[in-house]
């Protein structure tokens, strides 16, 4: 089992930058492949980044390529988002996801993961 707790959320203006925190309970976070998805007003939930469990491998929404960075550390239980150049369009409910042994080709699924965090809410001002 594990139990995942976003934080750092909030208002910003575009152009501005906000670190996501998920940190993780439970026992062997280093074998979940963990990600991020979003869900923004009357949107389906996408896939915004993915971190693999087995080596430093990563993957990234075209629309955030370049301008988001997903990182984690095994030592804290804990996956971060940082987000620069925020723009209006970010504006979401972001997910933290945990599934075992996620292979990154398949980071992109959402239905994969059984293990999902409350969201935090981000939100881009113009």
């Known amino acids: 089992q594990v139990q995942l707790v976003e934080s750092g959320g909030g208002l910003v203006q575009a152009g501005g930058s906000l670190r996501l925190s998920c940190a993780a309970s439970?026992?062997?976070?280093?074998?979940?492949?963990m990600a991020w998805f979003r869900q923004g007003p009357g949107k389906d939930r996408e896939f915004v980044a993915a971190a693999s469990w087995i080596d430093s491998g990563t993957d990234y929404a075209d629309s955030v390529k370049g301008r988001f960075t997903i990182s984690r550390d095994n030592a804290e239980n804990t996956v971060y988002l940082q987000m620069n150049n925020l723009k209006p369009e970010d504006t979401a409910v972001y997910y933290c996801?945990?599934?075992?042994?996620?292979?990154?080709?398949?980071?992109?699924?959402?239905?994969?993961?059984?293990?999902w965090g409350q969201g935090t809410q981000v939100t881009v001002s113009s």
């Open positions: 439970g026992r062997a976070f280093s074998h979940y492949g």
């Open positions: 996801a945990a599934e075992w042994r996620q292979s990154i080709v398949r980071a992109r699924i959402w239905n994969d993961y059984e293990y």
